[in-house]
């Protein structure tokens, strides 16, 4: 299974140089695992042996006058094996909208990375959630014409950091639906992770979900020890 590691902005060079030199310990063989850190940090990260490392935004253009942005080809040239778009704390915090989704999914297909387009509901959207998670896919792939290497992770926004988790009989329920709905649109499969709250003692539930390729973890993927307990359980 892809057990992907969100560690947004936690931790400096020296807390991740002994997070991955413990983790590098771990047998995680027949799993696939990526580490997605704050850019300054990936190319600290890339002497990983049993993981990759991957970036957690991009800009919406290659160059430019964008201060405080860091583009696709920067840390592609780090060495970011993939890259999230459209997390939710992008979209709900940092105003990033369907087309800025768009035009950085665009952007990253210019070069050879995984992408990991991250859609969720947010609580208020719950009932009509299937609608939300339609359009945002949808948007998000307006134009694009490669649809390889590309990863859908579903997060219900009220499940991130929350401790809630999304039920395992709903969660199969959207992993058909975005399955359907890729294959009548795009004609095309691709892997689909589920993120919101997942730990050691919660992913057992999950790891049986049919059709369901892996987890994106955020809290308790910082101690390294408790993630190896998450990707073992
Ligand atoms: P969480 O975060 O595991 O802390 O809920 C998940 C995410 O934001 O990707």
């Given at each position: 299974?892809?057990?992907?590691?969100?560690?947004?902005?936690?931790?400096?060079?020296?807390?991740?140089?002994?997070?991955f030199?413990?983790?590098?310990?771990?047998?995680?063989?027949?799993?696939?695992?990526?580490?997605?850190?704050?850019?300054?940090?990936?190319?600290?990260?890339?002497?990983?042996?049993?993981?990759n490392?991957?970036?957690?935004?991009?800009?919406?253009s290659?160059w430019?006058?964008?201060?405080?942005?860091?583009s696709?080809?920067?840390?592609?040239?780090?060495?970011?094996?993939s890259?999230?778009?459209?997390?939710?704390?992008r979209r709900?915090?940092f105003?990033?909208t369907?087309?800025?989704?768009?035009?950085?999914?665009?952007?990253?297909?210019?070069?050879?990375?995984?992408?990991?387009?991250?859609?969720?509901e947010?609580?208020?959207?719950?009932?009509?959630?299937?609608?939300?998670?339609?359009a945002?896919?949808k948007?998000?792939l307006?134009?694009?014409?490669?649809?390889?290497?590309?990863?859908i992770?579903?997060?219900?926004?009220?499940?991130?950091?929350?401790?809630?988790?999304?039920?395992?009989?709903d969660?199969?329920?959207?992993?058909?639906?975005?399955?359907n709905?890729?294959e009548?649109?795009?004609?095309?499969?691709m892997?689909?992770?589920?993120?919101?709250?997942?730990?050691?003692?919660?992913?057992?539930?999950?790891?049986?979900?049919?059709?369901?390729?892996?987890?994106?973890?955020?809290?308790?993927?910082?101690?390294?020890q408790?993630?190896?307990?998450?990707?073992?359980?």
């Amino acid at each position: 299974m892809k057990y992907y590691a969100n560690f947004k902005m936690n931790k400096t060079v020296e807390n991740i140089n002994e997070y991955f030199k413990d983790f590098n310990e771990f047998d995680v063989k027949g799993n696939e695992v990526c580490f997605y850190v704050s850019p300054a940090l990936i190319q600290t990260s890339v002497n990983a042996t049993n993981f990759n490392i991957g970036a957690q935004n991009i800009a919406t253009s290659k160059w430019g006058a964008l201060t405080g942005e860091t583009s696709i080809e920067q840390v592609v040239n780090l060495g970011a094996k993939s890259v999230l778009i459209g997390h939710s704390e992008r979209r709900n915090i940092f105003g990033e909208t369907d087309e800025d989704i768009s035009s950085k999914i665009k952007l990253a297909k210019e070069y050879d990375i995984e992408i990991v387009l991250c859609v969720g509901e947010k609580l208020e959207e719950r009932e009509h959630k299937k609608e939300v998670i339609e359009a945002q896919i949808k948007h998000a792939l307006n134009g694009v014409s490669n649809y390889q290497n590309i990863v859908i992770a579903y997060e219900p926004v009220w499940a991130i950091g929350t401790g809630v988790t999304a039920e395992p009989k709903d969660i199969e329920e959207m992993v058909k639906f975005i399955n359907n709905l890729l294959e009548e649109n795009y004609k095309v499969k691709m892997p689909i992770l589920y993120g919101g709250s997942v730990k050691a003692s919660n992913v057992g539930s999950f790891k049986s979900i049919s059709g369901l390729s892996g987890f994106l973890v955020g809290g308790a993927s910082l101690n390294a020890q408790e993630f190896y307990e998450l990707i073992k359980a």
